[in-house]
């Protein structure tokens, strides 16, 4: 069953056409003969210019270009990168909404249609903000990608209406069949370590459905999943946020959000990790039915919320803050001296990067709390 996208146009990832044209403009942008030497080191800086224009469509440009590109990423800046849980996405009948924790702006999703293509399995849409697309050339090529256009910073009837066209692309995506979808657990990164679910989120999946609750949610096939840094992606630029945030109302910068997928790229990752849970489960979503109205999906968040949590892998790192926060050794099993010396010293490099004037013990803080909070919510699941 295919879908009419002319009621979605304005959201929708562009078609196999838009997408050669979009490309076909982006291969003469300044930057491409950079990116092709990334990505093809051994070959001359015209080849990405050269692929960009003979690319016709969506599929072509994931498997020629993006899935090179991300796989350079993880050359150079992951040292292991790992997943498991896989059999919940092969075993699952028709599509699924893969409902994900959110560290990176572009990389949670990235890393998961590499997953895909490297197993031959169909890549998803992404939803994304677009705060994203206030840059021409990101917005060509993330367009490009299979990207859901989430509008953002509207009125509150305009969010409503926004939202409900959204729910309903969303839905009628999955159960025609016509692709998967990624979508963070909220809105914007997590940036103090705790992952949850806004509320708000289930709210709007639930707009496009009708009035059994158990059959809204059952055929959305809602997997959890968990993508775990061992380096959390831009650590110091959220704290400096938190920090700032404390005593003023924080104003991004212009470029800021480009600046955070540029760093998020290229920042040095340790390990990567992405558990891919079970399927939210009749069961599960029948318990959240008995509830009162507000408080079923207060229910289902709480569901997400432990399985992403439970999926989390902690590194050395959140023990490691955990302890310094603590004042104590209850984790020392998990690291050697030489990695606390080594993490101790990463800290302070962190806040060498920022202007001398912010409070360096209250920043020192915040980072630290970003790495050791993962720990507090594996604690609080017991």
Known sequence: MSMDLTEYMDIAPFNDEEASAALTRLSVHPNTKWISKKIFPNEPDTLLGDILRNIHT???????????????VIDSSVNEFTYEGLENLTSIEGKYLAMSNH??????PAFLQLILIKNNLPETQICVGDNLLKHKSVELLIRSNRMIKVIRGISARELYLSSQLLSKYIREVITSGTSSVWIAQRQGRTKDGLDTTEQGLLKMLDMSGGEDFVKNFRELNIIP???????????ILKARELLISRT???????????QS???????????????????????????????????????????????????YKLWNTNY???????????????????DMTAFKAYIETLLGQV???????????????IYSNPVLSKENLL
């Open 58 to 72: 969506v599929d072509e440009f994931q498997h020629v270009v993006m899935s090179k590109a991300i796989q350079w």
């Open 103 to 108: 560290r990176d702006i572009i990389l949670d």
């Open 225 to 235: 999943i968990s993508i775990s840094y061992q380096y959390d992606s831009c650590d």
């Open 248 to 258: 003023q109302k924080y104003v991004k910068g212009e470029t800021e959000d480009l």
């Open 261 to 311: 997928i540029i760093q998020g790229i290229v920042q040095k990752k340790g390990n990567v990790h992405i558990k891919f849970d079970k399927p939210l489960s009749e069961a599960e979503i029948h318990e959240a039915s008995l509830c009162d109205k507000n408080d079923r999906y207060q229910y289902l968040r709480h569901i997400l919320d432990r399985r992403i949590i439970e999926g």
């Open 320 to 338: 490691m803050a955990y302890d310094i926060v603590n004042g104590g050794s209850k984790y020392a099993s998990e690291y050697t001296p030489e």
């Open 355 to 369: 202007e001398p004037t912010l409070n360096k013990d209250e920043l020192r803080d915040i980072l630290l709390h």
